[in-house]
């Protein structure tokens, strides 16, 4: 994990494996700030849908109880999301590394659409 101070409060910046490891444990909230349509089509399994056009930073989960940690496609707008939550009042929160192409990249479980039928199915990539 990276750790930066802004303006606001402290951001970190998680790798794809350590938002897994730290998931699979309960131990994050994990929200996707992508838009509906890329959630639908692939994004990974339970995490909650915020987009950045529609967040409301009231509405966010405590994180004083488990760490908020945002991701999108490439890591940019879950920075800029992860800022505006620095702005709101929060002292620290986080973003994932690489978005959720690097979650991808890292061969890392994940819910895609079934090109054939349109059904959502988990895949599990093979490390390579």
Not at 5 to 30: C, F, M, N, R
Not at 91 to 118: C, Q, V
Request: overall charge negative; proline content about 6%.
């Amino acid at each position: 994990m990276k750790t930066e101070s802004l303006e606001h409060g402290t951001l970190d910046t998680w790798t794809p494996q350590e938002v897994a490891d730290a998931y699979l444990k309960g131990e994050i909230v994990l929200i996707d700030v992508r838009t509906p349509a890329e959630y639908l089509f692939e994004h990974i399994d339970g995490a909650m849908l915020a987009p950045m056009s529609f967040v409301k930073m009231h509405n966010l989960p405590d994180n004083d109880r488990r760490p908020v940690v945002f991701y999108c496609g490439s890591g940019m707008r879950s920075r800029r999301v992860a800022a505006m939550a620095l702005e709101a009042g929060y002292d620290r929160i986080a973003h994932m590394e690489g978005g959720f192409g690097g979650w991808k990249a890292a061969s890392l479980p994940y819910i895609g659409t079934n090109m054939a039928t349109g059904a959502p199915h988990l895949v599990q990539p093979q490390a390579g």
